[in-house]
Nanobody
Framework: QVQLVESGGGLVQAGGSLRLSCAAS????????MGWFRQAPGKEREFVAT????????YYADSMKGRFTISRDNAKNTVYLQMNSLKPEDTAVYYC????????????????WGQGTQVTVSS
């Protein structure tokens, strides 16, 4: 079983930046594809970004390209999401998730989930 714990959320003004972290334990971190998703109140969970086990492959939702960067440090068992030029519509609970096999943008393809961290962007 893999346990995931997100951190780094908070309140930021529009145009600002945040870096989210997700620490993994209980498994061999480098065996897992990692993803970030988000869910705003009243909306479905939305794909943000995913990264391959080595970090060599990434994939982003179109609305996040150029603003968000996913990265990982396998020595620290941690995946990151650097978020720049934040907008009020980025307000959501952000979740990290893990799965074996290939990159995926589909939430139901991920096996393990963290509890989420709240990001609030004020206008």
């Amino acid at each position: 079983q893999v346990q995931l714990v997100e951190s780094g959320g908070g309140l930021v003004q529009a145009g600002g930046s945040l870096r989210l972290s997700c620490a993994a334990s209980g498994g061999t971190f480098s065996n897992y594809v990692m993803g970030w998703f988000r869910q705003a109140p009243g909306k479905e969970r939305e794909f943000v970004a995913t990264i391959s086990w080595s970090g060599g492959g990434t994939y982003y939702a179109d609305s996040m390209k150029g603003r968000f960067t996913i990265s990982r440090d396998n020595a620290k068992n941690t995946v990151y999401l650097q978020m720049n030029s934040l907008k009020p519509e980025d307000t959501a609970v952000y979740y990290c998730a893990a799965r074996r096999s290939a990159l995926s943008a589909r939430a139901n393809m991920y096996d393990y989930w963290g509890q989420g961290t709240q990001v609030t962007v004020s206008s």
